[in-house]
């Protein structure tokens, strides 16, 4: 049901004084909670450790929130106690309890139960994940982004009511002010200014009423005539902050959203906004708050290359270059329409002739430089749009779209001479060449499945090889 994952370090051990992340786990499977605790037992964030709360249905879970405002995210099943318990809880906790913060991750054993795109927009969730998906990494990825959302709306709706008590007070009873009144808002405007993320908050005319030092900092020449887009705004234009988009409701929305940094590099960032209202329901202007995720999204691309990278050569491992075969084959996953507008294609499959020498005379290092030269060489050779991928050992798979068989050959052959072409050269000054063979195919995109063309392949690999090597057979 879960799946254990190495990637997934757990961090040192955080005082036992400090009380940890409370997430709310609701399934009929025993076994569930008792996974989750042992994902999440070593884990922690911010200091924190995470504490399993469980509800065996969702009749339970009923319970549970209405005696605890404290959960900032719940791992909810589909099917309990009817088949659709997880749903129907969904509703009670968005428009029964109000509850717009706790962060709701649907887990489902049995996907179709509620597919996700319909799930997602109508029962107002924030993730969507099947059981069999969530390694100790992922479940533990999902919960650190659940748990930043909560905290950052519920920073927002704090800083929302204070705001707006504020807004009221001054504009009823101005001639009442207070020296207490005066140390309120001293006190939020302090606060405000040592959040370590950016907050600033716009008035209906667009005009900058409040920022902090973290704002200042991430856009240092936003008053002065320097743009930095969020969403459209342009960042010191007097432009209105998406208020037109804030009318429609009282509620908060988030995007992401690529900005540079003052050091020039891009910032990754999470934008939560809310409309601020008077008393009468009239929007006065936008409050929003930024996260930097530049870390996590860079952390999110490297696990991506090291899933889709074999780590000796550097070329794709055996599973991306088929999942990209079958991607030209599907065009991009669309069916039989989709397939009748994919060009022409083709598949080649390489194998270094004689590895099992190189290895005994020259010794595994050795073999290592050549699958790595390999690669070096054959991608000297190919276009931008061209693929290799190492299948296994000393085989490779490189896909060429958009070439015709005729146009397959004779890239085929340009790499059969740029292989047989190159001097490796050792460390320790030893010398060697090597030759492999080349087997073409065309790929058939209205009938052909990836076996199908990794069978017409290897057919072809295997004739150069029993033809003498050193050669590109096609079939």
Known sequence: MFQDDDTAMPPERSSPSVSPWPVLVVDDDEQVHAMTRVLLNDFEFEGRRFSVISAFSAAEARTILAERNDLPVVLLDVVMETQDAGLRLVHHIRRDLGNRHIRIILRTGQPGQAPERDAIIAYDINDYKSKSELTAQKLFTSLIGAVRGWRDLVTIETLNQSLERRVAERTAELERQTTLADEQRRFIENLVEMMPSPVWYKDAAGRYALCNRAFRELFPNAFNGEAATIDGLVVGDGGHDGLEQATAGTDSFSFEISVG??????????????????????????????????????????????????????????????????????????????????????????????????????????????????????????????????????????LLPETSGTDGAVIAERLRKGLAALVIVLSDGRRFQMTGS?????????????ESVLGRADQALYRAKALGRNRVEAN
């Open 438 to 450: 080349f087997g073409l195919t065309e790929v058939r995109p209205l009938g052909d499945t990836v």
């Open 261 to 398: 940094g003052p050091d020039g590099e891009p910032r990754e960032l999470l934008v939560v906004k809310r409309p601020l209202t008077a008393s009468d329901g009239e929007v006065t202007g936008v409050i929003g708050i930024a996260t930097d995720i530049t870390e996590r999204r860079r952390m999110e691309h490297e696990l991506h290359r090291l899933a889709t990278t074999d780590p000796l050569s550097g070329a794709h491992n055996r599973r991306h270059i088929l999942d990209l075969l079958d991607r030209l084959l599907t065009g991009q996953g669309g069916g039989a329409e989709t397939r009748q507008t994919v060009g022409a294609a083709c598949l080649i499959m390489l194998d270094i002739d004689h590895f099992k020498r190189i290895n005994d005379d020259l010794g595994h290092a050795a073999g290592d430089v050549a699958i790595r030269s390999t690669v070096e060489e054959i991608r000297n050779h190919l276009r931008a749009t061209d693929q290799i991928g190492r299948i296994g050992g000393e085989e490779f798979a490189i």
